[in-house]
């Protein structure tokens, strides 16, 4: 599976913004998607994750109450709404799923497949 993350660019603080990832080669309905972010010097972070099916979400501890993560399977895509964006999220962010099923958890070791990312650049 190949995961194109789009949607990255520069904003100012209190914006908001949207990602997409989109897979291809092979459909990912069957599959937990994922976004981390990683800040320059800092270990990648978890940020969200959906459920196959889209109805059970988890989030990061600093993005809790501020971003989405949602996924249309019709079009292999999912997305991260981000809003009330603060300096502090800037960071490069990817997608990524993990192929052999079930819950990958929130330590980047435990997800497979991972998208080039996209650059978040928040200003104050």
């Known amino acids: 599976v190949q995961l194109q993350a789009s949607g990255g660019g520069l904003v100012q603080s209190g914006d908001s913004l949207r990602l997409s990832c989109t897979a291809s080669g092979r459909t990912f309905s069957g599959y937990f998607m994922g976004w981390f972010r990683q800040a320059p010097g800092k270990k990648r972070e978890f940020v969200a994750a959906i459920s196959p099916g889209g109805r059970s979400t988890s989030y990061g501890d600093s993005v809790k109450g501020r971003f989405t993560i949602s996924k249309d399977n019709a079009k292999n895509t999912v997305y991260l709404h981000m809003n009330s964006l603060k300096p502090e999220d800037t960071a490069v962010y990817y997608c990524?799923?993990?192929?052999?099923?079930?819950?990958?958890?929130?330590?980047?070791?435990?997800?497979?497949?991972w998208g080039q990312g996209t650059q978040v650049t928040v200003s104050s």
């Open positions: 990524a799923t993990d192929l052999r099923g079930g819950w990958p958890g929130v330590a980047e070791t435990a997800w497979g497949s």
